[in-house]
Every structure is written in structure tokens, then in C-alpha cells.
């Protein structure tokens, strides 16, 4: 009987198997190419667009590399995967893809032999682009400089290591393609929504992720972890103290800098930068479509936001300092936290030159740091970070800078500037877990530290 | 009253704990390599060591410094027993007007305590908070090629902090 039992089960988990791996089985595209002349340039100016929204060069490019030629370490709770060579050369990069290979790769995760892809490259959200626009990004691509350099295997945990995990993956989160129009919205308001979810792809940072790495979609764009750093929430979910209108939006994604939010920093930085070469319609419509998540109710949001310019101003003018007895006077209580009162003499040395200025500056002015999203998140990770990183515009070119101070500061000062920020400058509670955050940085290997 | 000890010496300075160390070395301590160039962190002519890491002097408060080890252009040698960092500057003749080039030895000498032979990716990378105005960076580039030959065999990866 029990072997009977057995060899049923037996049976029954094969022929699962078996129809898994029928399911997830997908052949080899054969070889294909068009040479590069005869794309339309128009079509090809138009996939360059694209890819500057998709961030496509990010992940596709590694530091000191040649364009999109790969070996970006992306680091994932389970290993690390590197972006690979997208060029098209035609034996380490893509240039053996046909269009229809191309597409499958965007929408399905498989790559033109039939290998499935692992998630890190975000098919999840480009199965929502449209025909057109693959088109457009395919002619893109195939009209870069080729690059021969053979794409670095991955380096993950068991299971995650065979790639069909990757297929048992998708049949368990891949759901959905393309984007259902709402006709009660504008027409800027659907092409921001499909643009976000799409080519995009800001909720492979911004939303946060299950156990198995897939976004929880019934938590959409409440913040999640991109590259070591905490993505904030968008829209209602934002910590940002003043609401993100529209305008602050668009010129935050069109400039590089909001004056009621600050700068980019981390890995949005370059995310901001491609930007630059998007049309301005494009960003409009997903700063129209951003600001819009979560249905505020606009009353109180202009409430919110008179608020929090209040309270930042009421902070940016009060002199820090252990006695209190610099200029305008505001001396800490007398009950104050010591480690308020030791990061408040740090802040005073390290941070005040440019962040309490009350002059002129020779730099742009950094916002006030009671609007600062880092400052009012709920836990200190972007705070961290940029107090040990700084803020660094790319290598040979002009941009908002803060030095890092790495180095400057021992853990144990940080911390304390840390709870003196967080208890001066915003309304938040103090943060619990300031030490456990900066060990685990401290763990992590950061891009300034590595040996190009 | 803060204890500081810069360049193995331990000095006991009375000033406001939020003074920048910038102003305690040229000040009080008469020690007058690292320059005073922008207050902002933004040119690097203040660099110092601190337990072997560059940092801006100008950004950095005192009260941050007990127990600490500062380093400055003084401690790695004399006008009459050049260390080899300095060696390998006036060797090259790294030198224009020579208002960031403490800085510039100070983020070299990290830069070859923790990697004895840099590629010259890792030299640019590590010398780019540093601004020279006059246009010696080639110079100075290979000053700090010449220091990481001269230094290879001299000294241990990361020499033990004097305290």
C-alpha cells in the first residue's frame, strides 16, 4: 500500500514536473541580424529616448565600461547578477537577435536561445510596452557601437542558481501586459502611467518586494531597496514632508533639483540624468501621472505642504550649537538627549557652513534640510548613505556636490548627528535603528570604495 | 581643553568644540600646510589624514577628534628630509602656484598607505575630490605614479597609527 502511495506520488510530481518544464520551455530563436544603416534614424532617435527613460545604460554598463557592454553588479537579496552586453556584437552582445527574439526578451524574460532570465532584468514592467516602441528600442540597440565582451554569469544561492527558478518564478508573479487606458483621465495622465510602468520600471525600486523578490502589487510604490538604498514611496506613500505637486516633479525629474525637496541622490542620480535626453512631454506626463498616486485629497495636501515649509523654515533659521550662544540663540532643553546634544556641536563643525548659511554661498543653496525626504523617512538608510557618501555628480562633470564624510566621522558620531538631525529637523519619531543600518552599510561594499 | 594628537605629537588646545580643525592647526599649532581654500569640502586644499583616511580639515569639528591621529604635510617629512611623497613632488615638479598640493600629498599618502601600486584609474579616482586650479594635474599624476614606486617595499600597506 504504502508503496503504492509512493510510486502515485512519484508519478503525480513528474508528470507536474513534466508539464512545468513543457510550459516553461522555450526554443532558440534563430539567428538574425539587420545591419545597423538600415534602420530608420528616426525610429532610432526614438529608442533613445526610450532607453534614456528605461535607464537602460545603467544596469548595462560597468563602471569605466564601454556603453551598455555590461558587467554592472546588481546586488539581490539572493546574489548578484550583472547586466550584460546589449550591444550588438553578434557573439557576446545581442547582435544574433531578431526583432521577435528581442521582443520575447522584453515581455517573457528568455533569452534568444531559450535561457530564462533572471527578474533583475525588470520584464515585469517592459511586457507593458507596445510594438512600437520595442521596435523603437530594438533599432536603438542595434545601431550602438558593437563591444566583444562576454557577459559575467551570475553569482546566486541555491536555488536561485538554475535558471529555471527563474521560469517558476514567472509562473507565480509574471501577470498582466500592457497598460488599460483610463478614459476618465487625461491624455498626459495615460502616457505617464504607461511610461511608469513600463519602459520605466520605478517600481523595481519604488515598490517593495516579497520573499521571492517579486513586487507586492497590493503595496504599489510604497518604497522599496534600490542598490543599497532605500527607494522612497511616490505619490500619497511619499515621507517627503512637503506633498510632491507636479511641477516640483517635473522639474525634479527635468533639473535634477525641487526647492521644496532637493536633489537626487544614490541610484537615482543617473536615473535623473538620462532623463535629460527624454522629451519634455515624456516627463511631464509621469510627473502629471506620479503626483496623482494615492488620490490626495488636494485640500488638505496644500495644508500639508504649507506646513512643512512652515516648520523647515521655523528649523533653518534657529542656530544649532551645544551652549546656544551663536547669533539667533535657541539653546537645546534643558532635558535634551546627550546624543542630540553631541551630534548638534558635530552638526554645527561638519554640516552648517552649507546647510545653516545664512549668507551667500559660492554653491547652490541645499534645501532645507527640514524638507528633506532623507532627514523625514521612516528609517535612516538615505540618511546614512549620504552622510557617508556624500553626493557626487559623475566623474569629469559639473553638478550638485556634498562631500562625503566617510572617515570624518566614526560610527559613533554619526549616530549622534543622526538623532540630532532627526530630532532638530523633523516631526517624525527618533529613528530606533541607526547603529543596525550602519554596520549594514558599513558591510556592503560602496561604489566610491572599489578599485575601478 | 580637547587632547589632539597630530603627527605623533599630543597637543591640548582650549577652543570652542566646534571649531574646525583647519583653524586649530594653522592657528593654534602653527602648523601651516593644510590651506584654506573654499570652507566648503569642495576643493581639497585642507585635506588631512585622520586614522589614515583624507579628510577636509575645514568640515571637520574638533569635538569629533578625541583619541583620533591627525596627519598633516608635516608629519611626512622636512624641507631637508623630504618623505618620499614629497620626494616624488618636487621631484616632478608638481607645483604651480602650490596651493593644493598638501592636499594633494595628503590624499596620495592614503591613497598609498592602502594601495601600494594604484592603477591610474585608481589614482584619478582617488585624487578627484582634490581641485588644482593652476592646470598640474598631469604633474601631479605622475608625482603620485613616481611616490608609489619610491614607496613599494619602503612601507607596510597601513603603517600603525601612533598614538
Given amino acids: ?265 544614490g541610484p537615482m542620480q543617473p536615473v535623473v540624468r538620462n532623463l535629460q535626453k527624454a522629451d519634455d512631454a515624456d516627463v511631464r506626463a509621469m510627473a502629471t501621472y506620479i503626483s496623482t498616486l494615492g488620490n490626495q485629497d488636494r485640500a488638505l495636501a496644500d495644508r500639508n505642504l504649507r506646513d512643512a515649509l512652515d516648520f523647515a523654515h521655523a528649523r533653518a533659521v534657529r542656530v544649532p550649537g551645544a551652549t546656544g550662544s551663536a547669533t539667533t540663540g535657541s539653546s537645546p532643553p534643558a532635558n535634551a538627549d546627550p546624543a542630540a546634544t553631541a551630534g548638534a556641536a558635530i552638526f554645527a563643525g561638519a554640516c552648517a557652513t552649507c546647510h545653516r548659511s545664512g549668507g551667500g554661498l559660492p554653491i547652490a543653496r541645499p534645501v532645507a534640510l527640514g524638507l528633506s525626504t532623507a532627514v523625514n523617512a521612516p528609517e535612516p538608510t538615505g540618511f546614512v548613505r549620504t552622510v557617508l557618501d556624500g553626493i557626487h555628480p559623475p566623474p569629469d562633470e559639473a553638478g550638485r556636490f556634498m562631500p562625503s564624510f566617510n572617515g570624518t566621522l566614526t560610527d559613533a558620531q554619526i549616530i549622534a548627528l543622526a538623532t540630532y538631525v532627526r530630532a532638530h529637523y523633523s516631526r517624525q519619531p527618533p529613528w530606533a535603528n541607526v547603529a543596525a543600518t550602519l554596520s549594514q552599510i558599513r558591510r556592503q561594499p560602496t561604489a566610491a570604495m572599489e578599485a575601478p | 581643553m580637547i587632547e589632539l594628537n597630530v603627527n605623533g605629537e599630543t597637543h591640548r588646545v582650549d577652543v570652542d568644540p566646534r571649531t574646525p580643525l583647519l583653524y586649530v592647526l594653522r592657528n593654534d599649532l602653527k602648523l601651516n600646510a593644510a590651506k584654506f581654500g573654499c570652507g566648503l569640502g569642495q576643493c581639497g586644499a585642507c585635506t588631512v589624514l585622520i586614522d589614515h583616511s583624507p579628510v577636509f580639515s575645514c568640515l571637520t569639528p574638533i569635538s569629533v577628534l578625541e583619541g583620533r591621529y591627525v596627519r598633516t604635510v608635516e608629519g611626512l617629512g622636512s624641507a631637508d628630509k623630504p618623505g618620499p611623497v614629497q620626494k616624488a613632488f618636487i621631484d616632478e615638479q608638481a607645483a604651480q602656484c602650490g596651493y593644493c598640493i598638501p592636499g594633494m600629498m595628503m590624499r596620495a599618502q592614503a591613497l598609498l598607505e592602502r594601495t601600494a601600486s594604484p592603477s591610474d584609474a585608481q589614482i584619478r579616482q582617488a585624487m578627484a575630490p582634490n581641485l588644482c586650479r593652476c592646470g598640474t594635474q598631469m604633474r601631479i599624476l605622475r608625482a603620485v605614479k613616481r611616490a608609489a614606486k619610491a614607496m613599494v617595499g619602503e612601507l607596510t600597506p597601513v603603517r600603525e597609527a601612533q598614538k
Avoid at chain 1, 534568444?112 to 520595442?134: K, N, T, V
Avoid at chain 1, 551570475?154 to 536561485?160: D, G, I
Wanted: glycine share 14%.
Fill in chain 1, 1 to 265: 500500500m504504502l508503496g503504492r502511495i509512493i510510486a502515485g506520488l512519484v508519478v503525480a510530481i513528474a508528470v507536474a514536473f513534466g508539464a512545468f518544464y513543457a510550459w516553461a520551455w522555450h526554443g532558440e530563436i534563430a539567428p538574425a541580424s539587420t545591419p545597423a544603416a538600415l534602420f530608420d534614424p528616426g525610429v532610432v532617435a526614438k529608442g533613445a529616448k526610450l532607453a534614456a527613460i528605461g535607464n537602460c545604460g545603467t544596469c548595462h554598463t560597468q563602471a569605466g565600461g564601454k556603453p551598455y557592454a555590461g558587467g554592472f553588479p546588481v546586488e539581490t537579496p539572493f546574489g548578484t547578477v550583472y547586466g550584460s552586453n546589449i550591444t550588438p556584437d553578434p557573439e557576446t552582445g545581442i547582435g544574433s537577435w531578431s526583432q521577435a527574439a528581442f521582443q520575447r526578451a522584453l515581455r517573457e524574460g528568455v533569452s534568444r536561445r531559450g535561457d530564462h532570465l533572471y527578474p533583475a532584468f525588470p520584464y515585469d514592467h517592459f511586457r507593458h510596452m507596445s510594438d512600437g516602441d520595442i521596435a523603437a528600442l530594438y533599432a536603438f540597440m542595434m545601431t550602438r557601437q558593437p563591444v566583444a565582451l562576454k557577459s559575467r554569469e551570475p553569482e546566486l544561492t541555491f536555488p536561485m542558481n538554475i535558471r529555471l527558478s527563474a521560469a517558476a518564478w514567472k509562473l507565480i508573479f509574471l501577470r498582466g501586459g500592457g497598460i488599460a487606458r483610463d478614459t476618465a483621465k487625461s491624455e498626459e495622465w495615460n502616457r505617464g502611467a504607461y511610461l511608469v510602468a513600463g519602459i520605466g520600471h520605478c517600481g523595481s525600486c519604488h515598490t517593495p518586494r516579497n520573499a521571492f523578490g517579486a513586487e507586492k502589487k497590493s503595496d504599489e510604490f510604497a518604497g522599496g531597496m534600490g542598490e543599497g538604498w532605500r527607494a522612497p514611496g511616490l505619490g500619497s506613500k511619499s515621507p517627503a514632508p512637503a506633498p510632491w505637486t507636479q511641477a516640483q516633479l517635473y522639474t525634479y525629474l527635468r533639473d535634477g533639483f525641487a526647492d521644496q525637496h532637493g536633489v537626487p541622490a
